[in-house]
């Protein structure tokens, strides 16, 4: 079993920056492919940003540019910086981690866009 915490998320005003972290358990984190999602309120949960072992990081359109998607294999936590933030960012953040064909889930936290 691999647990996920999420942690990083609050308020932030259009334009600002926010750094998510994720630490996932276990000795095995050099082989957990990582990832980010969010779900807005009303809306289905969608892809942010991943990383895989080899630290391959693949973006949505939405977060291309403005997002970047890292992971500290020493601390077994991978990142999410955002820059350029946007209210239409807001959403619970969800970090993932696949570990031999499972996947396994953080709590999420919130990350609110406003003025």
């Known amino acids: 079993q691999v647990q996920v915490v999420e942690s990083g998320g609050g308020l932030v005003q259009p334009g600002g920056s926010l750094r998510l972290s994720c630490v996932a358990s276990?000795?095995?984190?050099?082989?957990?492919?990582m990832g980010w999602y969010r779900q807005a309120p009303g809306k289905q949960r969608e892809l942010v940003a991943t990383i895989t072992t080899g630290a391959i990081t693949n973006y949505a359109d939405s977060g291309k540019g403005r997002f970047t998607i890292s992971r500290d294999n020493a601390k077994n936590t991978v990142f999410l910086q955002m820059n350029s933030l946007k209210p239409e960012d807001t959403a619970v953040y969800y970090c993932?981690?696949?570990?031999?064909?499972?996947?396994?889930w953080g709590q999420g936290t919130q990350v609110t866009v406003s003025s």
């Open positions: 276990g000795s095995r984190f050099t082989s957990y492919a």
């Open positions: 993932n981690a696949v570990f031999l064909r499972q996947l396994y």
